[in-house]
């Protein structure tokens, strides 16, 4: 397995372009399975999450054309299979997207549960819960979720518990059921608004996406269409964490300002200056230590959980003592322990992390466990005094763009090896 190495050199300082959303183009490809015909979308991002669903939806049979222009044409006109297998959907747990398109198209899906990861159990409860109040019949077996409808109906279906995925799953059923269905306390993220554009791009009938109550009027039939897949907010909160720890200069483009308002509002808070344009981020911390920001997360638009590694990271190294409190996943502080290694001082209680600062932390071989602590750590390594070197970085090409060169173009010192070569290089003789 690969390793990055990353050594701390000093402020950044630079643009870096961000990449379409990873968590709305995965929703939108296996929407692609609604229509008899083509669907075209931009800004796709370069990830391996983005490859399993393109062989995922390939071996459903989708056809595709991928052009260099960051762009991909789905054609689900030949679909043929409508079994998704577990050694796809173990490797990514956003497979079960395929669930709510499969089963209203053809009216059944066989869908592998995709068991849980290392952030947590990550039940599918809640999908399944509202795909059965639409009509469905479904049964678990053989770890798969075997799903039969003639015709979904609309129904009034409220979340027990605001899910992004359950949302969105729900939310492609729909559009071609019979009647009309409204999603209560539905997730308002921006992923989920994109998804719901794209929909209507194919003469879906979605509206209030974005709001806590979502409408859709069924559809007999969706149409070929194209999309452009809004930024990675996630990336971009990532690149200005990065230029906050190190107390440098940076601003990323091709994003959007609007969708970050609870992330910007704590780096303020921490001492940034943070100027924005229609589609920039310019974050200065004047050669500035930041200062603690206490962080509670919940679902959009408050303060995002695929933001709270990052920010356990900001914290310490920033001035204060806080406390950052996980309320979305059960086990999403994995990233502590390996912070802790670096000499980090922060106490765990329960979902709470109690974060005091330090100027700097010390380099150490630490190991990446999910997508955002691998990215927490990575950016740990821009401010250790000596090299970090990160293990299992599997975890990070699922969800960054071109980590590497992006950190690089803003001055940082990183670099990919691949672990025999690294082995290699231990066996050598001190110099
Ligand atoms: C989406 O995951 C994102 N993934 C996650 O991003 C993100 O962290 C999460 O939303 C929360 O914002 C994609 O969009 C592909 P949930 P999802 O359903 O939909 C519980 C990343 O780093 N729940 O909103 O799987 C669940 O256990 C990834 O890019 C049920 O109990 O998350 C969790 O506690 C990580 N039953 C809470 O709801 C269900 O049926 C929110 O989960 C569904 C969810």
Redesign the pocket.
Known sequence: MDKLIVTGNGPLNGEVRISGA??AV??ILMSSLLVDGKLKISNIPHLHDITTTVSLLGQLGVQFQVDERMAIEADASGVNQIRAPYELVKTM??SILVLGPLLTRFGEAEVSLPGGCA??????????KGLEQMGADIKIEDGYVKAKAARLKGARINMD??????TENLMMAATLADGTTTIENA?R?P?VTDLANCLNAMGAKVTGAGSDVITIEGVKKLHSAEHRAISDR?ETGTYLVAGAVTRGRVKCKDTDPTILDAVLGKLREAGANIAVGEDWIELDMKGKRPKAVNIYTA??PAF???MQAQFVLLNAVADGTVTVVET???NRFMHVQELQRMGADIQLNGNTAIVTGKPSLSGAPVMAT???ASACLALAGLVADSPVTIDRIYHIDR?YDCIEEKLSQLGASIKRVASHVWAREQKKPAA
């Open positions: 990873k968590n995965l929703p747990r956003a952030i947590g159990s990550r039940p599918v409860n809640l999908h399944i518990l605001v899910s992004v995925t359950g997730a993220e992923e996630i679902p959009y995002p959980t695929d979305i996943f059960e999910d997508l955002r969800g």
